[in-house]
Nanobody
Framework: QVQLVESGGGLVQAGGSLRLSCIAS????????MGWFRQAPGTEREFVAD????????RFADSVKGRFTISRDNAKSTVYLQMNSLKPDDTAVYYC???????????????WGQGTQVTVSS
């Protein structure tokens, strides 16, 4: 059983920063790619960022490049999303996801967290 628990969401003014965390309960956390998606009201869930199992490869949606970073701490079974220069368009529920396949460079989400709300006011 894989469980993902996100935290760190909240209300922030435009231009501000937040750091999301996702703690994973699974064996061999370090062998799985991790990532973040988001969903705003009335829209489909969209990719935000992912990080390979080794941490050596990261990908970002064009809309967040240069503003967001993703990292992982395998000792804590945690993945982070640092969000800087936030915009009102970043307002969404942010979901953590992980893969079912081992040692992949990019994420194919198989498991999801419950989500954490991020609201950016103008």
């Amino acid at each position: 059983q894989v469980q993902l628990v996100e935290s760190g969401g909240g209300l922030v003014q435009a231009g501000g920063s937040l750091r999301l965390s996702c703690i994973a309960s699974r064996r061999a956390f370090s062998l799985y790619a991790m990532g973040w998606f988001r969903q705003a009201p009335g829209t489909e869930r969209e990719f935000v960022a992912d990080i390979s199992w080794s941490g050596g490869s990261t990908r970002f949606a064009d809309s967040v490049k240069g503003r967001f970073t993703i990292s992982r701490d395998n000792a804590k079974s945690t993945v982070y999303l640092q969000m800087n220069s936030l915009k009102p368009d970043d307002t969404a529920v942010y979901y953590c996801a992980t893969d079912s396949a081992l040692m992949t460079t990019s994420l194919t989400p198989a498991y999801w967290g419950q989500g954490t709300q991020v609201t950016v006011s103008s």
